[in-house]
């Protein structure tokens, strides 16, 4: 059966690792790593600087955008990825396989090293549950790589924009606006001064996926569950990145054509994905 969103979040956080060469272990990637944003963001910097001086004495040979130890075959934009909040989950896999071949980790230190380095963060879940983004050997840099922000992934399919509480389906990204300027999503907030203006338009902030939604017949409220990566508020993980977040039931309002949902003083707009959602997996699964 095809992964949910909600089960998305679950390989997160009960990811299978290799422990040494010979056995596994679930790890929980379970914090929210966003680049240049904070203690975590030059932790993980940190190891990534780590990890590139170290592969090369591994192998003997220069790192280089495509490299290869024990005769399998590695992109470098993906240990980047993963030390930058958007990593796949094969694409950690990997890097904590390859942290344990250079003596960076070890089976007793794979949680602290995972909780103090990795994580992910929101547009970063939902580019890789959408499938969007994650480097290979045929195609090293592919578009979104290196990220894609909420407003891009609220205008890559202006006709699938939900126009009414019916329309909102699971798999839909949710789109978190600041702002919100004539009710109209689509008059995006302009930089000033390094800082987004309110009083030209809105922000996109924030992103997750819908994991599970009702439309409650005969009334304007929509029972809501979105799955998201979000450093402002602690998970049942224990950590405060990726989760199940449950809304209840919630009022929708369609404003100038288009549907939201409130979320304090935001509000919350919602988009399909043109072309089938593709959650990218990990190279093994967790028993």
Request: proline fraction near 5%; charge should be neutral; glycine fraction near 10%.
């Amino acid at each position: 059966m095809p992964d949910t969103a909600a089960d998305y979040v679950d390989r997160y956080l009960r990811l299978q690792v290799w422990k040494n060469k010979t056995s596994t272990t679930n790890l929980a990637v379970r914090n929210y790593l966003q680049a240049g944003s904070n203690t975590q963001s030059n932790n993980a910097q940190a190891k990534l600087s780590e990890l590139k001086r170290a592969l090369p004495k591994l192998t003997g040979k220069a790192l280089t955008p495509i490299f290869e130890v024990e005769e399998e075959k590695y992109v470098l934009t993906s240990l980047q990825r993963v030390f930058e909040g958007k990593g796949a989950l094969n694409e950690i896999q990997d890097v904590l396989y390859l942290a344990m071949l250079c003596g960076m980790v070890s089976e007793a230190t794979l949680s602290t090293f995972a909780d103090a380095n990795m994580g992910l963060d929101c547009n970063g879940f939902v580019a890789n549950y959408w499938g969007m983004g994650r480097p290979t050997v045929e195609k090293p840099q592919p578009d979104y790589a290196t990220g894609i922000k909420p407003r891009m992934i609220w205008g890559l399919a202006p006709t699938l924009q939900r126009k009414s509480a019916g329309e909102i389906q699971v798999d839909d990204a949710a789109v978190f606006f600041e702002d919100v300027m004539n009710n109209d999503p689509n008059i995006m907030a302009q930089l000033r001064d390094g800082k987004y203006d309110p009083s030209t338009g809105s922000q996109a902030f924030h992103i997750g996926v819908v994991s599970a939604v009702t439309a409650i017949a005969g009334t304007d409220l929509v029972d809501l569950n979105i799955a998201e990566s979000s450093g402002g508020a602690n998970a049942t993980s224990g950590g405060n990145g990726v989760r199940v977040r449950k809304f209840g039931q919630v009022k929708a309002t369609v404003s100038k054509g288009l549907v939201w949902v409130p979320d304090g003083q935001n509000r919350i707009y919602f988009t399909g994905k043109q072309g089938d959602v593709s959650p990218y997996l990990p190279n093994f699964l967790c028993g």
